[in-house]
């Protein structure tokens, strides 16, 4: 199984993240799998309160959250067999309109791709250790305490 | 021979939680002959934080989550983790 | 509500045909959305009877097809009320590896997003008029007669 | 005045279907005073069309998904659609 994860403290582009990371695999030989999903999570240009968002934050808990995305990705991909898992995700200050999550799941079947590529998604929401803080064009500020309905 | 502070927890508290016990960071003195065992409930109150642990903080142990009654060792890393919203 | 449905002859390549959506979309003063979903599908180098696959042959109906990939598109893109919709289809001679299928659907919400992408491949796989023929090795070859299974 | 072959009704075969058949368009002639109606399956079954209609093959009346009974009109274009497997 072919696993990368990163945590980026500056601007990713998801498309480039994934063309690099499709040539590294054909690179090492690895063909491109038959079902591949992704998704893509950019920043809201709206606070949850409705008002405008200038910044998203994003706090980590460095050395535990790498190590509890590498293990929600892991057991995900295992079980649903899949062949390759990507895993980009953004921490410091986010602007709106930028990625702050970026999963790619191959697959032989698009089955697989798909209930991986969202589980892992679900999961790494619910059990990542990430803390999202919306600053208002105003200078006001506030900790959300949970995720954005799916 | 032990690290330096082999002897200590250390505890980590994050984002609102941070802000509100107004601390990040704090080292705990442990019985280096574990006569004692010291748990995260414990420590949530002898440390007077604020909230509800059950249920508004997970508990992680050296970066992974754990229960709330789990002894600690000397030497650990102790994270008090208020409700995640990554993704 | 943003939609692009293609069919290409010759092969394409899913990133690329997601980047230009995406700069297409921006020169139109159209914000990314704050979920994307994708789906990649490519040709197995292996025929359904496990033999060694060559070629993948996708007959299509000129004129039915469009349309009703454009029908699907609609239909399912306003049940989950997202932004935009692009789909790429390949038809003619598919060799292994090469991308077969790309759906990209943009909403404010990852669910409507991940919903609405594997619905409208299950659609188009199901009711859009494509005919899939296996050329093996051997020279020999035969017509599918329905899809993978989920 | 109509085009050329509005009075006529074009059927259209595709993939291993065509290929059982062994051709992939016909023209056949309408009434032009729609005295007389003609189906899908009553043209199956004229032109000896191979397999099960119900069971293998979907029918596409101008290129829209249609019953196999519905009347079909002078200027129709008539598919005979075999299992699809697309994406």
Same mark, same amino acid.
């Given at each position: 199984?072919?696993?990368?994860?990163?945590?980026?403290?500056?601007?990713?582009?998801?498309?480039?993240?994934?063309?690099?990371?499709?040539?590294?695999?054909?690179?090492?030989?690895?063909?491109?799998?038959?079902?591949? /999903?992704?998704?893509?999570?950019?920043?809201?240009?709206? /606070?949850?309160?409705?008002?405008?968002?200038?910044?998203?934050?994003?706090?980590?808990?460095?050395?535990?959250?790498?190590?509890?995305? $590498?293990?929600?990705?892991?057991?995900? @991909?295992?079980?649903?067999?899949?062949?390759? @898992?990507?895993?980009?995700?953004?921490?410091?200050?986010?602007?709106?309109?930028?990625?702050?999550?970026?999963?790619?799941?191959?697959?032989?079947?698009?089955?697989?791709?798909?209930?991986?590529?969202?589980?892992?998604? $679900?999961?790494?929401?619910?059990?990542?250790?990430?803390?999202?803080?919306?600053?208002?064009?105003?200078?006001?500020? $506030?900790?959300?305490?949970?995720?954005?309905?799916? | 021979?032990?690290?330096?502070?082999?002897?200590?927890?250390?505890?980590?508290?994050?984002?609102?939680?941070?802000?509100?016990?107004?601390?990040?960071?704090?080292?705990?003195?442990?019985?280096?002959?574990?006569?004692?065992?010291?748990?995260?409930?414990?420590?949530?109150?002898?440390?007077?934080?604020?909230?509800?642990?059950?249920?508004?903080?997970?508990?992680?142990?050296?970066?992974?989550?754990?229960?709330?009654?789990?002894?600690?060792?000397?030497?650990?890393?102790?994270?008090?983790?208020?409700?995640?919203?990554?993704?």
């Amino acid at each position: 199984m072919q696993l990368r994860i990163n945590l980026h403290s500056t601007s990713f582009e998801p498309l480039v993240a994934l063309a690099r990371w499709q040539e590294d695999q054909q690179h090492g030989g690895i063909a491109n799998s038959a079902a591949e /999903a992704v998704f893509v999570g950019r920043v809201r240009g709206v /606070a949850a309160d409705g008002c405008e968002l200038e910044v998203l934050e994003l706090e980590h808990y460095p050395g535990m959250t790498e190590q509890q995305l $590498e293990r929600l990705a892991l057991d995900c @991909c295992q079980r649903h067999g899949v062949n390759s @898992c990507l895993v980009q995700h953004r921490i410091g200050r986010v602007l709106a309109g930028e990625a702050i999550v970026l999963v790619a799941i191959g697959a032989d079947r698009r089955g697989p791709a798909q209930r991986c590529c969202q589980e892992l998604l $679900e999961a790494l929401k619910h059990d990542a250790p990430f803390w999202k803080r919306e600053w208002r064009a105003d200078g006001s500020s $506030e900790w959300l305490t949970g995720n954005t309905p799916l | 021979m032990a690290a330096p502070c082999a002897q200590e927890i250390r505890i980590l508290l994050f984002a609102g939680l941070r802000e509100q016990a107004g601390w990040a960071e704090q080292q705990w003195p442990a019985d280096p002959n574990g006569a004692s065992t010291l748990t995260p409930r414990q420590l949530w109150s002898m440390l007077q934080l604020p909230g509800d642990l059950d249920r508004q903080v997970r508990v992680a142990i050296n970066r992974q989550f754990a229960d709330a009654d789990t002894p600690l060792k000397p030497g650990d890393e102790l994270g008090f983790l208020p409700p995640i919203s990554g993704g």
